[in-house]
């Protein structure tokens, strides 16, 4: 599965950017869909998923800020993000894991095997 990141931006604290997440190449359906971001010098970290049976989680530092969801239709994921702050600074990644880590933890890295390029987010005044 391919995936290709758009919709990054320059956008000041509080306000709110989509990005979004667009496979090629297979059925998103058949897959799970994270949402990571990597901030200056910092580790890459998961902050959002959708399962394929409609599971949906986030991490603490986003849970009532962002939201995820996918268009199976049109192969694409979104993440709404809402009052951003400069700590959500970062490339944001999506990445692909198949039926085989259906019952994998949602927050482990490793069971995701297809990675997109990335989008930067920058939230500065």
């Known amino acids: 599965l391919r995936l290709v990141e758009s919709g990054g931006g320059l956008v000041q604290p509080g306000e709110s950017l989509r990005i979004s997440c667009v496979a090629s190449g297979g059925m998103l359906e058949d897959y799970g869909i994270g949402w990571f971001r990597q901030g200056p010098g910092e580790e890459r970290e998961i902050v959002s998923f959708?399962?394929?049976?409609?599971?949906?989680n986030y991490s603490d530092s986003v849970k009532g800020r962002f939201t995820i969801s996918r268009d199976n239709v049109r192969k694409t994921v979104y993440l709404q993000m809402y009052s951003l702050k400069p700590e959500d600074t970062g490339i944001y990644y999506c990445a692909a894991r198949g039926v085989q880590a259906t019952y994998v933890p949602w927050d482990l890295h490793d069971s995701f095997t297809s990675w997109g390029q990335g989008t930067q987010v920058s939230v500065s005044a």
């Open positions: 959708t399962g394929r049976g409609g599971q949906i």
